[in-house]
């Protein structure tokens, strides 16, 4: 007795094969996937290669054996699942030649790209910033703070020695000293945003 088909829509085949409906809708067209009479697909045929037919591959390639896929490691060594590949681990395993499935690795490819353009749009709408820009607010910013708090011992002393009846002399150079070890303490603002 054969196991049960799993039918599935082709929205739900390309999430699960880890591209677009409209690649898996032209690959029907083309009559490289084979669908039911009420346009559904067999789950089973995600991450099979039905792919490679529509590559052409370059006159040039690499011809040798196929890399290892990550399905094959350990699961100490590979974190993938389906949409959960962790970046420091998809590095260490590429560096050290243990390459993605091809689904895996297609996913890969349209989440960057999809998260690329999701950051160029939240750029050019204002949402995000550039990292130099932000530093130079800041370090504006942080230095108009810092002008402010030495000029107060000379604005405020005066105040502060006339309410006490003694020199004011004395009272601004005390105040200086303290709004001084005060900044000394509080550091560089621009190393303190380099290291966060």
Same mark, same amino acid.
């Given at each position: 007795?054969? %196991?049960p088909v799993n039918l599935v829509s082709f929205r739900e085949f390309a999430r699960l094969d880890g591209c677009s409906d409209k690649l898996v809708r032209n690959a029907v067209k083309a009559g490289k996937l084979s669908v039911t009479a009420d346009n559904r697909i067999d789950a089973a045929l995600? !991450?099979? !290669?039905?792919? /490679? /037919? &529509?590559?052409?591959? %370059?006159e040039s390639a690499d011809t040798g054996a196929d890399p290892t896929p990550v399905s094959a490691l350990s699961p100490a060594d590979a974190e993938v699942s389906a949409g959960s590949i962790q970046i420091d681990d998809f590095? %260490? &395993?590429?560096? %050290?030649g243990r390459m993605l499935s091809r689904a895996d690795a297609e996913r890969v490819k349209e989440n960057g790209a999809a998260a690329k353009n999701l950051l160029a749009a939240m750029q050019e709408a204002g949402d995000v910033i550039d990292i130099a820009i932000a530093e130079a607010i800041l370090f504006d910013q942080a230095r108009e703070f810092r002008d402010a708090w030495m000029n107060w011992p000379a604005r405020v002393g005066p105040m502060i020695a006339a309410e006490l009846g003694v020199s004011p002399d004395p009272v601004v150079e005390a105040l200086n000293k303290y709004v001084q070890q005060q900044l000394d303490d509080l550091g560089d603002p621009a190393s303190a945003f380099e290291e966060a």
């Open positions: 007795m054969s %196991a995600a !991450g099979t !290669g039905w792919r /490679q /037919q &529509n590559r052409r591959a %370059a590095l %260490a &395993n590429f560096i %050290a």
